[in-house]
């Protein structure tokens, strides 16, 4: 079982839909979880972080936390066109150990 | 707005030549980590310095590739001899610790990477 698991995708959305990115992880311990966006070609870009069960909302972005069930989502509401990217998961399982990165979800909003 | 910076941002080189990669963190960041990213995957972490010291390199191949970070501040990844196979994105990231709810987080910021291509 690979330790930060994402579906590839690609996942394909219409304008102005909401689209839901999901990651698990397997080290219950963990810490804190992120999300990057990666445009081809394009160094990762932090858009969300999240340290406690629940929700957190920035702007169209919301971040899901569920530890008990080791899951952490990303939800993109009204999706833009430009939202076309790689979404990586990264979780910090804690006790100065590094991150530990998903393969990335490929998401494309068509116009 | 505080930015990781890198040079060169693209470098192509061949085979058994050297290369060297240059990072400036954000200002006020103690921690700064060296990844390879190859297309379709996750960075990879390579070497991580806390300040000038070394935390974790145990995924950098040591016969080829070597970090250092004298001052603290800027830092310098270079492999020799480059190999085919190194060809990949070379992003340098930094953070900071801060404290919230009793725990110790931080966040990590890229900078705009290095696309390495080997002939």
């Known amino acids: 079982q690979k330790e930060v698991e994402q579906n590839s995708g690609p996942l394909s959305v219409p304008e102005g839909a909401i689209a839901s990115l999901n990651c698990t992880y397997s080290?219950?311990?963990?810490?804190?979880f992120f999300w990057y966006r990666q445009y081809s070609g394009k160094s990762p870009e932090l858009i969300m972080s999240?340290?406690s069960n629940g929700d957190k909302e920035d702007g169209r972005f919301t971040a899901q936390l569920n530890k008990a069930s080791q899951y952490v989502s990303l939800l993109i509401r009204d999706s833009q066109p430009s939202d076309s990217a790689t979404y990586l998961c990264?979780?910090?399982?804690?006790?100065?150990?590094?991150?530990?990165w998903g393969l990335g979800t490929s998401l494309a909003v068509n116009p | 707005e505080a930015e990781v910076a890198q040079s060169p941002r693209y470098k192509i080189t061949e085979k058994s030549q050297a290369v060297a990669f240059w990072c400036d963190p954000i200002s006020g960041h103690a921690t700064l980590y060296w990844y390879r990213q190859i297309l379709g995957q996750g960075p990879e972490l390579l070497v991580q310095?806390?300040?000038?010291?070394?935390?974790?390199d145990s995924q950098l191949p040591k016969d080829r590739f070597s970090a250092e970070r004298l001052k603290g501040v800027d830092s310098t990844l270079k492999i020799q001899p480059a190999e085919l196979g190194d060809s990949a994105m070379y992003l340098c990231?930094?953070?900071?610790?801060?404290?919230?709810?009793?725990?110790?987080?931080?966040?990590?910021?890229f900078g705009p990477g290095t696309r390495l291509t080997v002939l």
């Open positions: 310095f806390q300040d000038e010291s070394v935390v974790d």
């Open positions: 990231a930094s953070s900071f610790n801060y404290g919230l709810a009793g725990g110790i987080y931080n966040e990590q910021f």
């Open positions: 080290d219950r311990g963990s810490q804190s």
């Open positions: 990264a979780v910090n399982p804690g006790n100065n150990r590094k991150l530990i």
């Open positions: 999240i340290y």
